[in-house]
């Protein structure tokens, strides 16, 4: 419903800006609403490898994930576009100011997303096993949740690690903090988003903040606690 000069004219409102580059909203003329991500550390694979990995998780179908919905190529910039969830991201939820949201977030309403991540993962993790992605999401954590009006998850950010430059992914991907990756010679695989997982989920029971940081150890952090 929309193309590349329609996104360009739209209406943009920046969001947020973590590791993977800046994130906006952009309302296009007709009112429809996405979320476009620049993206500068996506230079691992070339344009072709590039632009098959793109359609392959634009293909990708399951309630607990949020495929981008389109992509733009250039050398030194790439942009991803996502549908646009109001409700924001679990990161948000759980430790952001504490509006109504938070307080919806009962026991039953945390098991509810706590088991739709790991159903959005489980599936990532069968549909590209025959892919050879060695790391099927790569980068799960609370702030890759979106949460519809119901509080039914949906992962993103997932399976870029093939298309981003390896000093960056160990920068930034949270698949790299695992304890098996600390170190010069750690490599993720899909045990480490098993590890994510099971931050993920103490950080939604605990409320604790995952600093996440290697070598980090200490109480006030849950990584390392």
């Given at each position: 419903?929309?193309g ?15 590791g ?7 309302v296009?003329?007709n ?10 550390d996506?230079?691992r ?13 634009g293909?990708?179908?399951?309630a607990?994930?949020?495929p981008?919905?389109?992509?733009h ?10 549908e ?38 489980a ?85 604790k903040?995952p ?8 109480t ?6």
């Amino acid at each position: 419903v929309f193309g590349l000069t329609d996104l360009m004219k739209a209406a943009a409102q920046m969001i947020g800006s973590g590791g993977l580059g800046s994130a906006y909203k952009a309302v296009m003329a007709n009112g429809v609403a996405v979320v476009v991500k620049r993206a500068r550390d996506m230079n691992r694979a070339t344009r072709v490898a590039f632009e098959a990995e793109m359609k392959r998780l634009g293909g990708i179908r399951h309630a607990n994930l949020l495929p981008p919905l389109a992509y733009h190529y250039r050398k030194d910039e790439k942009l991803l576009v996502y549908e646009y969830i109001p409700k924001g991201n679990l990161l948000y939820v759980l430790h952001g100011d504490r509006s109504v949201d938070y307080a919806a977030l009962d026991w039953p309403t945390r098991l509810k997303v706590t088991a739709g991540v790991a159903r959005g993962a489980a599936f990532l993790h069968a549909e590209l096993a025959a892919a050879g992605h060695d790391v099927p999401h790569g980068n799960l954590k609370s702030s890759n949740v979106l949460l519809d009006g119901t509080f039914q998850p949906a992962l993103s950010d997932y399976a870029l690690v093939p298309v981003l430059t390896a000093t960056h992914a160990a920068q930034v991907m949270m698949a790299y903090k695992a304890p098996e990756c600390v170190g010069s010679h750690g490599k993720p695989s899909r045990k480490s988003d098993v590890w994510s997982l099971g931050i993920l989920t103490l950080e939604v029971l605990t409320g604790k903040f995952p600093a996440c940081r290697q070598g980090r150890q200490g109480t006030n952090d849950l990584a390392g606690w």
